[in-house]
């Protein structure tokens, strides 16, 4: 796909996020890997009036070379596609079950959601719990680099989701899956639900392979 195409559908998906409450006001950041280098919404932009033509483009390390400055959080994006050589896009949001999720007192650290559903399973795996951090700490980064290798999403505490994917349409799908999944956690919190078994989910991932 051409990079003006790619432009366009980082715009039309942000705005579906926005559009339907996944996120707000000017939360949440997308990025697309290109050839060379990645595109990413810019600083202060709301992802449901995003700009094709003012998106930030940065070189293979990082550099800004185009468009409106680069978000704060695209350290957590670099991280990821360090530790992902596999992953062409990745969706962070601050979407509300997922973030009300990340402040339950009890969460499993290594596994924040049980495989409650065989999608959320296929689209997300495991959730890793990152300590909180305060926005922008660089140490964020080596927390979630850690991590990225071996889970295409993790949560940071007190913040939400990162989420990679193959492309953007797979990391968005997972995106929804995940806050989908947030939402029926909080429902069921408190009363033992049925979840999918250890031989249920190694079934799904022997045929549908990792996230």
Known sequence: MIESALREQICTLGQ?????GLTMGSSGNISLRLDEGWLMTPTNACLGRLDP??????????????GDAPTKEQFLHWAMYAERPQSGAIVHLHSTHSVAVSCLPDVDPHNCIPPLTAY???RVGTLPLVAYHEPGDPAIADAVRGLAGKHAAVLLANHGPIVAGK???????????????AKLHL?????????????????LQNTFGSP
């Open 16 to 20: 579906s996020l926005f559009d339907r």
């Open 120 to 122: 959320y399973v296929m």
């Open 167 to 181: 492309n953007l349409d797979a990391a968005v799908y997972a995106t929804e899956e995940l806050e989908e999944t």
């Open 187 to 203: 429902l069921l919190h408190g009363r033992n639900p049925r979840t999918l078994t250890e031989a249920q989910v190694a079934s």
């Open 53 to 66: 033509a003012r998106l930030t483009r940065l070189d293979a390390e990082g550099r800004h070379v185009d």
